[in-house]
């Protein structure tokens, strides 16, 4: 089974959530209760819509739909494929949990914040369904942009600073991208994703296709915060609001990711990549990144910080698995894509309680936090624990199938970089938790309480995916399996 159908729907699900600003325009000042449900409706509308792609991506069958000819060969137009449907899934159901979370902890400028949270779903989505590089650049670039507002939502001067850091990142990043995506169509004449290699037969000399590689790869990396082009994450992380840091962490570095994995399996093929030889420089940049971000961490008191550091490792493990072309690498490198964006998802919910309830984001004031507010620390902790690695978690799952990607690609040798990062994470999770449980109440802030219910909620719901993905959706043979979606992706 199999083929292409035309469909109108993935043009509904990328557009689905400009209702909020329809929101705002209309009850804002009147009816801002109606407003809010507005905001969040759209996101959950958005999800349930990709849903109705699921039994289409499990048959192979994709859908497309053609918008604008551009110039002869290029296009925007939009395609749904198994890996685009995959990533389109995974970052409104982060979406929908963060909306409902920024209920409780979003108090000045909502309209603003709500409406260019919505605008980065439909641009993020406009990323995962894209049918070509081209529409692909054109909205990873609206993403890059519509950023911003979230970054210096606060508007102090530490977020304005790391807003245009971001911004002087982003517009080079995308500048770049565009000499490559430049370069393919002149070489090769096409920038379309057609589920073979765009590159692979164009008779390029191996020179300019590794050209080509270097440059997509400098473009994408900064978003997927590779070493040294992960500058702007530690300001920006820790000047967004915590459900805005739960989406950077959780969905926006991965924007990056999705690139490359379209570089990897639609511009080049797994095929191409091994003769050219360009798997093994970038497995030695990924294992760099994964150990000095994560002794970066240890040395940060700011929790946000620490977080932002934890993600610029966590997310090369996704391109180790990745370019170890392997079939348990890649398939370890497309499930952390989702078991990441839970786990930190949850870290960031739960560091935004903490400086919510408890009035600190400093790691050295949180004793006693457990007690205080003992079922987000629950949830921090089982997070945490996820981080490293440990069974029943999704993040077990994660490095085991990478563990056993280097052994299938016969370099067992970067197995201790797993084992070392997982004893990093150790380093800077464990005294947090050792602190909230089992020391002494020293926080400033006398409370009793937990977070209002929808952020409680919110992050409680996204702690139940890093266990829910770590025992039960990943067996293939329990139904909406996500490591059947994720098999049918990977062309190995």
């Known amino acids: ?91 409104s159901v982060l979406w929908v949990i963060a909306s409902f979370y920024s209920l409780g902890y979003i108090s000045t400028r909502e309209t603003r914040y709500y409406c260019f949270l919505s605008l980065n779903l439909s641009f993020c989505l406009g990323v995962a369904l894209s049918a070509n590089m081209f529409t692909l650049f054109i909205f990873y670039e609206l993403m890059s942009l519509f950023t911003y507002p979230l970054i210096i939502h606060d508007e102090t001067d530490i977020a304005r600073r790391a807003g245009l850091k971001y911004l002087v990142y982003s517009i080079t990043a995308g500048a770049i991208i565009l000499a490559a995506l430049t370069m393919q169509f002149y070489y090769s004449g096409t920038l379309a994703f057609t589920g073979r290699p765009a590159v692979g037969g164009a008779g390029i000399s191996a020179g300019v296709l590794k050209i080509i590689f270097s440059i997509y790869m400098l473009g994408f990396g900064v978003k997927a915060c590779i ?22 962490s959780g969905v926006i570095l991965k924007v990056g990711v999705f690139g490359i994995l379209r570089l990897v399996y639609d511009v080049f093929g797994v095929e191409l990549l091994r003769k050219l030889g360009v798997s093994l420089p970038m497995l030695y940049v990924a294992s760099i990144t994964i150990i000095v971000a994560s002794i970066f961490a240890i040395t940060q008191t700011d929790l946000k910080r620490r977080l932002a550091y934890s993600s610029v490792g966590q997310v090369s ?176």
Not at 227 to 248: E, I, K, N, T
């Open 227 to 248: 070493m040294p082009l992960h500058g702007w994450v530690p300001d920006a992380h820790p000047a967004a609001p915590a459900p805005a840091s739960a989406l950077l």
């Open 1 to 91: 089974m199999g083929g292409e159908i035309k469909s109108i729907l993935p043009i509904f699900i990328i557009f689905m959530p400009w209702l909020s600003l329809a929101g705002a325009l209309l009850w804002r000042n009147r009816r801002p209760s109606l407003a809010r449900f507005v905001y969040v409706g759209s996101s959950v509308l958005t999800f349930l819509l990709i849903l109705l792609l699921y039994p289409r991506a499990m048959k192979g069958i994709i859908s497309t739909q053609a918008i604008l000819d551009i110039a002869p060969r290029i296009s925007l137009g939009f395609r749904v494929d198994t890996l685009g449907f995959y990533f389109a899934l995974l970052l």
């Open 317 to 492: 493990y996704i391109i180790l698995g990745l370019f170890l072309l392997s079939k348990s690498g890649a398939t370890g490198a497309l499930l952390h894509i989702a078991h990441h964006a839970f786990m930190k998802g949850t870290l960031f919910l739960c560091s935004g309680i903490i400086m919510h309830e408890l009035g600190t984001k400093d790691v050295r004031e949180m004793d006693g936090a457990g007690a205080k507010i003992p079922l987000t620390m629950i949830a921090f902790s089982i997070a945490a624990l996820g981080m490293m690695g440990t069974p029943v978690t999704c993040g077990f799952i994660s490095k085991w199938l990478l563990a056993l990607g280097s052994v299938e690609a016969h370099r067992g040798y970067f197995i201790p970089v797993l084992l070392i990062s997982s004893l990093l994470n150790a380093v800077y999770f464990l005294p947090i938790i050792y602190s909230a449980f089992f020391k002494k109440v020293t926080v400033k802030k006398l409370i009793s309480h937990e977070a209002p219910l929808s952020m409680l909620f919110s992050t409680l719901s996204c702690v139940v995916f890093v266990l829910v993905l770590g025992v039960f959706v990943t067996v293939p043979g329990l139904p909406y399996s996500l490591i059947k979606i994720v098999m049918k992706v990977i062309p190995l």
